[in-house]
Structure formats: structure tokens, C-alpha cells
């Protein structure tokens, strides 16, 4: 099956390649193209797990149909319930809700004329809209295969690297509405506001705290927005100031590698995380993530809530699975019966007997 997930790898970046290529002159053909693109990498890893993952419906799977490639495949909620549930390598909330809505916007460009074409304004706006949203989707993209799905994709650490000179030359033409900002910016730091360079656009309008800080930030030029993480590199080399939108990504100044033991680390360190009470060990000061299903992942901090130190998702509240009695962020209402992230519930429990 590897070649077929060489296949698959070659031809998502062969349609990211044609999204880019497409933009200016046909920006409804890049919006499709991309998505398509999108997809064939969820479908990649879904199939570095077992091949009939990508068809539609997995039990009524026949291998020679799949070969020929005569399928339906899975949708892309089906793809991510698979991914979470049968891969355990699931997309985070963040990452679904920003390909679906490229899903949307590619279904709008099928049925309709679009709007980027021109000169006017508002064709202006449009194009600002779709580069803005392929740069965040790329940022997505991007994250996943260097960093959680890192190991899949290592063949392909040159074509990323390629790829994303040419996504980050493609988001420069969001220069202009930059330079329309800076004024807001320069009034918005004097009175007090902390700007860093985009992790999804690269312009200098991406308002967060000053390191180190955790909390949502949010671009002025590209609308991203994000929980994100701010700190000065721990690499004594670099100690510069930079951004991370998830445990596993990497310094954008020297290149090193994050995980979210590091990124506790550094909360630890400067006395971001609530104190563990040693004589009340019911005092939960650690949970799990109903977020990305990270095994104690989520920390107390002492200014903003939990915070996942994997997928980043921010919470105000942890509660008990009802079943199992783990901590949890974002537990299911029925948790007594469906239970979390971690464990079945009692309907899980009743099937096992
Ligand atoms: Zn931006
Ligand atoms: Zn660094
Ligand atoms: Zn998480
Ligand atoms: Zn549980």
C-alpha cells in the first residue's frame, strides 16, 4: 500500500501546487483545487492506517474495487471521526472547523460564479478573503505534516519546505490591506497592544501578550485568529520572541522542535501553572483534553483558565467523567454513559460483557 500512499501524497501537492498556480486568473478553480488537496492528505493518513478507511462505508469494503480506484470515499466528517476514533490521530477543533469551511467554500465555487474576478473592491476584498483562508489552511496543513503526522510524511520534508515558500510568496499579496493598518497598529501599541509577526500571514498585525502569555490572538490582516502561546525560544542560541499555535510546531526563528512537555516547561518556569496541592490530591491542578484526547495534557494556569499544552484549546472549567471520574475539559453531558475521551462509559461497559 505505500506506493499508493505515495500516490495519494503526490497528487494532494500536485493540486496545491495548481491552487497556486490558479489563483489570479481562475481563483474559483484554486478555491476547488485546494480543498481537493485537503482532503487527499487526510485520505493519506487515513490510509497509513488501513486502506479501507477511506471508503465510504469501511465494512462493505472490496480491496479489488478499491485498487481501481472504483469507490465512494469517506466525507470529511467521516474521514475525522475515523481519524480521531480508528487512528487515534485526530484533527483539532480548530483544524475541522477551517477545513470544512473551505469543504463549504468549495461547493459554493462549483455552483456559483465567483465574486474575486475584476478590479473592483469588492473583488479586491473577495481575493483578500480566499488568499487569507489558503494561507490559514496551509498553516493547518502545514502543522500536521511536520509536526503530529511528522513521521508519515518525512519523505516529503522537501516538497513542504518548497511548498511553503510558495504559499508564504502567495500570502504576500495581503501587503496592501497591511500597509492600510499600520496606522491602527502603531495607535493600538501606544496604547498599550502587543503585536507579533502572523503565524498564518507573516505581517506584523497579529495582536497577543507580551511573553509569556497564553491566550486567543488575533491577526489584523488575515482575520486569524487563534489560543496561541507567546515566549522567547528556550534555545539559548535563539531566546527569541515567538508563537506557537500548537504543542508540536517549531521556532519560526531557529528552526526547534516543540512538544508539550517544553511548552509546560516554560508556563512552569514562569509561574504560569497553579501549584499542585500536596496535601489535597483530589485538587485536580491536571486533565485530560476532550479537545484532541490528550492523556493529561490540560493544566491549571493561574490566569486563564486550563489550557491544553497539545492542541492549545482553552477552557474556563474541568469536570469528572461521571463513569470513570477522570478529569476532563469538554466532557459530554451523558458522560455517566458515553463516558470521556478515555474511557467507554457504561454503555461501553455493557457491550464488553
Ligand atoms: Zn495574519
Ligand atoms: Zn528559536
Ligand atoms: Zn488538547
Ligand atoms: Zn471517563
Known sequence: MSDRFDD?????????????????????????????????????????????????????????????G????????????RLAKVVGDGLTEEELRCFDGLRKERNQMVHFAHAAQGDGEEAKDEMNRIVSEHAKGWLYLRRLLTGRWGKHFEAFAAII???????????????????????????????????????????????????????QGKCLTCEFSSPVITLDCVNDECKKPILLTGGYESCSECGHNYAPEQIEEVLAENGGLSDVDPQDPSDATRANCGSCDGWET?????YAGWFCTDCFDIEDNVEQCEWCSEYSTQLPEDSFLTGCGHCDGRLGDEKDD
Open 161 to 215: 519546505e518548497a511548498m511553503d515558500g510558495r504559499m508564504r510568496e502567495q500570502t504576500k499579496a495581503l501587503k496592501p490591506k497591511f500597509l492600510l493598518l499600520t496606522d491602527v497598529i502603531a495607535e493600538a501599541e501606544a496604547a498599550g497592544g502587543h503585536f507579533m509577526s502572523c503565524p498564518s500571514c507573516d505581517f506584523k498585525s497579529f495582536e497577543a501578550g507580551a511573553p509569556v502569555w497564553v491566550g
Open 70 to 81: 472504483d469507490f465512494k470515499s469517506a466525507t470529511l466528517d467521516e474521514a475525522s471521526k
Open 8 to 68: 495519494v501524497v503526490r497528487n494532494a501537492f500536485d493540486f496545491l501546487g495548481r491552487s497556486i498556480d490558479e489563483l489570479e486568473a481562475q481563483p474559483n478553480y484554486s478555491v476547488i483545487n485546494f480543498y481537493s488537496a485537503v482532503e487527499l492528505f487526510l485520505k493519506a493518513r487515513l490510509l497509513k492506517e488501513h486502506w479501507s478507511l477511506i471508503v465510504a462505508k469501511p465494512d462493505e469494503a472490496d480491496k479489488a474495487k478499491f485498487l481501481r
Open 298 to 302: 490540560v493544566v491549571s494556569l493561574t
